[in-house]
């Protein structure tokens, strides 16, 4: 197998954190305080890396850039605080993203042949139940541009804090994608598999589970307005995503993905007094 690693300009998951909750709170440190009087909003900007697979279903991997954004605490007009995350329990919705970069065979010389998939944004929503101890969400998007499918996503955490500045968690996760998702990444036209010189067999991918791994996400309060992230993990493809030429001939059953970021907190009243 081929385990280089290729600087791309795209990323493969734009965002490391994103949290937008209604109603509920994003999961925070331990020891995090309610905001002070007449903030209306808190959020954390930053950026980091993230190494993942160079497309669905590679072996091989690039180096991105990535943005970090988490809202952290959120005052609306009529609907005063919807986001919270200085409160650590509660069930709660929120915006889910995803960036699939761009697929080109000029780029992989193992899919010679296979038309080129442009990047994809996808763009949907999720449920989120933060507990002391766990964490559990389930999501779906939809894609725009490279593909017009859905895609979905469940997992649950434990929750650890060793300190009040280290908070840890680890657990399963499972996706799913329907037939739009996997024939554009993982199925092969007949005209592809000629082009590609009998290296990939002609393939019809249905939807179904795609992959099942483990996550590991760590956040460390560095002070009250940096925080350091990081995540690893492990996904195993499954189904027809495992049985795709693409993935058999081309790239591997077993995917990466490591991210290490940093973030700043900025604090603001929406009146601007």
């Given at each position: ?49 993230r ?27 009529v ?8 409160k ?22 193992e ?62 996760r ?51 307005k ?20 693409v ?9 990466f ?17």
């Amino acid at each position: 197998m081929r385990h280089g690693f290729k600087r791309a300009g795209l990323v493969s998951r734009a965002v490391l954190g994103f949290g937008l909750l209604a109603g509920a709170s994003a999961p925070a440190l331990a020891g995090e305080t309610t905001p002070a009087p007449g903030t209306d909003v808190v959020l954390e900007l930053g950026a980091g890396g993230r190494v993942a697979p160079a497309y669905p279903g590679a072996d091989n991997y690039t180096l991105s850039p990535v943005p970090i954004i988490k809202l952290r605490f959120l005052v609306l007009p009529v609907f005063g605080t919807v986001a919270d995350s200085s409160k650590n329990v509660g069930l709660g919705f929120y915006p889910a993203f995803n960036f699939e970069g761009e697929r080109n065979a000029n780029d992989h010389s193992e899919l010679r042949g296979m038309k080129k998939v442009d990047w994809a944004v996808e763009l949907g929503a999720g449920v989120r139940y933060t507990g002391d101890f766990v964490e559990a969400f389930a999501e779906l998007r939809r894609g725009f541009n490279g593909h017009h499918g859905f895609v979905g996503e469940a997992g649950i955490d434990a929750v650890m804090h060793p300190t009040d500045k280290l908070k840890l968690k680890f657990g399963p996760r499972v996706s799913f994608a329907d037939s739009e998702y996997m024939s554009t990444y993982f199925g092969v036209t007949s005209g592809e598999a000629t082009a590609s010189g009998g290296r990939l067999s002609a393939y019809d991918a249905g939807g179904g589970f795609r992959d099942v791994g483990l996550e590991f996400g760590a956040e460390y309060a560095w002070s009250d307005k940096i925080t350091l992230y990081g995540d690893a993990g492990y996904r195993r493809l499954v189904g027809d995503a495992a049985d795709s030429p693409v993935v058999k001939r081309a790239g591997s059953e077993n995917q990466f993905t490591a991210g290490l970021g940093l973030t700043y907190k900025f604090s603001w009243n929406v009146d601007g007094k």
